[in-house]
C-alpha cells in the first residue's frame, strides 16, 4: 500500500465561479473540503511587495510595474504564510525572478508547519534561490516533456508535473531518482486514484471538494 498524496487544491479551489481563485476565500475553500493545502502563485509588484498573483496583469494593471496602493485586493505573500503556516502544506509557486528576499523573510517570519515546496517553471528561479538557502525544498514544475530534460543539473527535491507526463515508469524512475513527484491538474477521480495507485507524493486539483472525497 502507498501512502496516500498529498492533497492540494489549484490556486486554492478552482471549483466555484463566485470565488476568485488565488484568494483567502479559495485558500481556505481548499482546506475546508479536506485537502491538505493548497498551491499558490506569487509575482513581485514595482515596488517590491510580493503578491498572490497568476496572471501579469490585473484588471489592465501589469503587476511588474504596478506599486502596491494599485493592487490592494491582491493578498501579500507574508500575510498568507502567516494565515496558513500552521495548518496547510504549501505549494509556493513563483512566477518571475527577484522574488527571493521577500520569500526567505516570509519563510524565517512565518515558516510553514505542515511542509511546503517552493516550486517554479523556471530553472534561474530555483538556482538562484538554492544559492541563498540550503534549506528550502524546490520543485521544477514541467507542462512539456523538454521542459522535463536536464532536471538533474537543478537542486530539485520535487518535480511537479502536468499530468499528461505521467505514467507508471515515470513515477518509479524519478522514485528511483530520489525526487518527489506531484501531479497537476488532475480534475476526475478515477485518474486521481490511478496516480495514488502509481505512488504519486501529491495531487493538485482545481475541484477540492472531488479530491478530498476521492480518498475519504
Known sequence: MHQRPVLLGHRGSRSSVSVAENSIAAFDIALKDGCDGFEFDVR????????????????????????????????????????????????????????????????QEHPPERGYVVSSFLPEVLTDLRMRSEEIPLGLICEQRQQLNGWQKLPVEYLILHTSLITREVVGELHDAGQKLIAWTVNDAPAMLRLAGWGIDGIISDDTALLAKAFS
Open 44 to 107: 513581485l509588484t514595482a515596488s517590491g511587495r510580493a503578491v498572490v498573483c497568476h496572471d501579469a496583469a490585473v484588471h489592465g494593471i501589469a503587476v511588474a510595474k504596478a506599486e502596491a496602493e494599485q493592487l490592494r485586493q491582491l493578498p501579500i505573500l507574508r500575510d498568507t504564510l502567516k494565515r496558513y503556516a500552521q495548518r496547510a502544506f504549501l505549494d509556493i509557486e513563483l512566477k518571475v525572478p527577484g522574488l527571493d528576499s521577500e520569500l526567505l523573510i516570509a519563510l
